[in-house]
């Protein structure tokens, strides 16, 4: 890392350097990120690419950091926000959920069956949110973020971000419902 980067940047813990603050930043967090731009972006590969982009963003604006303005994760979750909405805004298509409720059923077909309705269920019910909606359940349940990291990334208010994500989830729990009857 450039030395004079490496000094203007405030560590994490005392004493470590840029380059091992960013480095534990990195490894804490890639899989909460990949999964994030995963969600929005419904394709792995882009996925891949605009998370690697997104870490690189962040090193190269490590100075920019303020921790009076939220955690490094927010910063690091904003910036792979913006990196995936430029890849969608490029492909000009619209961001959806790709990721699947985790598999928590048995091997009987009819667990299989079962587990197939739900998963298309979810989708459907996904697919009835609009983008901001998709991003706070992407944020929260891919991303892993607190609703005070969630408000961060999104500029607004803790408070809002909450009633926002439990009125986005109550609405997802109605359209599942409506969706499986």
């Not at 992407?138 to 408000?151: H, M, P, Q, T, V």
Request: proline share 3%; net charge neutral; charged share 30%.
């Amino acid at each position: 890392m450039n030395e004079a980067i490496a000094e203007a940047v405030p560590a994490a813990m005392p004493g470590a350097t840029a380059s091992e603050t960013f480095d534990t930043l990195y490894r804490e967090t890639f899989p909460r990120v990949y999964a994030y731009v995963a969600s929005l972006l419904r394709d792995r590969s882009a996925a891949e690419d605009v998370t690697a982009q997104a870490f690189e963003r962040a090193y190269s604006k490590q100075r920019s950091f303020k921790p009076s303005r939220g955690t490094r994760e927010a910063w690091l979750f904003g910036i792979a926000r913006n990196a995936a909405l430029d890849e969608l805004r490029r492909r000009k298509r619209h961001a959806a959920m790709a990721a699947d409720p985790e598999d928590i059923w048995g091997e009987t077909p009819e667990d299989h069956a079962e587990l197939a309705l739900r998963r298309e269920t979810v989708r459907a019910a996904l697919g009835s949110l609009d983008g901001r909606e998709r991003d706070l359940v992407s944020l929260k349940f891919s991303g892993g973020l607190s609703n005070a990291e969630i408000a961060t990334v999104l500029g607004m208010s803790e408070s809002n971000a909450g009633t926002k994500l439990h009125r986005t989830i109550e609405k997802l729990r109605k359209a599942c419902h409506e969706q499986s009857q």
